[in-house]
């Protein structure tokens, strides 16, 4: 086998333009497997983690691969493996510490990874791991969604609305979402009981009572959401500023803890004076919901929605692309 791969780096935080480059394939520990990497997908994570804006929660050292989710081929397993072997196609999320997937090889815990849905292509396959698992757990560990609860969820022809409204729906709830009007179809096809137009009409103004909020936005759009939500309801966001009750799950220390308490203090008012709960969320990976959300792929209860896919060469076109907001679903790097 070779010693060295292709791969996406970045050298320190910031830097805008990655820099494909050679650099050595990893080595497998005993609970590792050796995956050679057919696709990767794109996630607003990889821009946060490229801007430095995860250093409190997350350090890395450079230069460093991007990359977090991605599908393909088992080449080598580590000695304590016994449910993969060489062949075996898979997909999954690595773990925050070992990113890395914008590269033709990936060493990844085994914990992490599930074999690929089989009616799905690579590409298909690469769309899912980190917004099924993300969304898996908003919906399933933090909400509990279900039946006919109802849920906003925000930018619903995203690449994570388009999993979260499938998702929601086989749960049984009561979905509306909120997409520009040409994306209104997709939605719809897709599950959602109620599209409001963004750019003409005020989802707090249409919206009242509701259960949850899945918010993929932050900002004034995360404030507005307080106002639509019963007592007692939950705000489970992607986007906003991670509070006091996360450091503590999380184990952060006194002086990180207290920052964010102090930067999330007027959601900290909003909770209290609409009687919700906010909570931020940070996936965790596992093989383990994968597999269930295999299930669901294989039994056509979703599908991924993909934007296009990119050759690996182009990968800059892919992160401008992504970045820029237009994407219906995923974009995809297609690396072998």
């Known amino acids: ?9 970045i050298n ?3 830097q805008k333009q990655l820099e494909l480059t050679k650099v050595e394939i990893p080595e497998v520990s005993s609970d590792d497997v050796l995956v050679e990497i057919h696709a990767a997908s794109i996630n607003p994570i990889d821009f946060k983690i490229r801007d430095g804006k995860l250093k409190m929660l997350l ?3 450079m230069p460093l691969i991007l990359g977090n989710d991605f599908s393909g081929v088992v080449v080598q397993v580590g000695k304590c493996v016994t449910d993969f072997k060489v062949g075996d196609e898979v997909y999954g999320r690595p773990r925050k510490s070992r990113i890395g997937t914008f590269a033709e090889y990936i060493a990844v815990h085994k914990d992490d990874i ?3 849905p089989k009616n799905l292509s690579f590409e298909e396959a690469a769309a899912v791991p980190l917004v099924g698992l993300t969304t898996y757990q908003a919906f399933h560990d933090v909400m ?3 039946l006919n609860n109802k849920i906003l969820i925000q930018a619903g022809s995203g690449g994570v609305g388009t999993f979260a409204i499938q998702l929601a729906k086989h749960m049984g709830a009561y979905v509306a979402t ?3 009007a040409k994306n209104e179809a997709l939605v719809k096809e897709l599950g959602a009981d109620l599209v409001i137009d963004y750019r003409t009409e005020e989802f707090d103004e249409k919206l009242t009572n509701y259960d949850y909020v899945y918010d993929t936005l932050g900002g004034e759009s995360l404030k507005k959401s307080f106002k639509i939500l019963k007592p007692g309801g ?4 992607l986007s906003g500023i991670p509070n006091h009750r996360f450091a503590q799950e999380y184990g952060l220390n006194f002086w990180k803890s207290s920052l964010l308490k102090l930067a999330t203090r007027k959601l900290t008012a909003l909770e209290k004076q609409y009687k919700v709960q906010y909570n931020f969320l940070f996936m965790k990976p596992s093989g383990a919901q994968l597999a269930t959300i295999r299930e669901l792929i294989e039994a056509q209860k979703i599908k ?3 934007d296009r896919v990119i050759l690996f060469e182009d990968i800059q076109q892919a992160f401008d692309y992504s970045e820029s907001g237009r994407a219906k679903g995923k974009v995809i790097v297609k690396i072998k």
């Open 1 to 9: 086998m070779e010693k060295y791969m292709n791969a996406a780096t």
């Open 234 to 237: 939950k705000i489970v966001s």
């Open 12 to 14: 320190r935080y910031g």
């Open 304 to 306: 991924p929605i993909i």
């Open 178 to 180: 909120t997409t520009s």
């Open 144 to 146: 509990q969604l279900k």
């Open 114 to 116: 599930a074999m690929k």
């Open 59 to 61: 350090t890395y050292k």
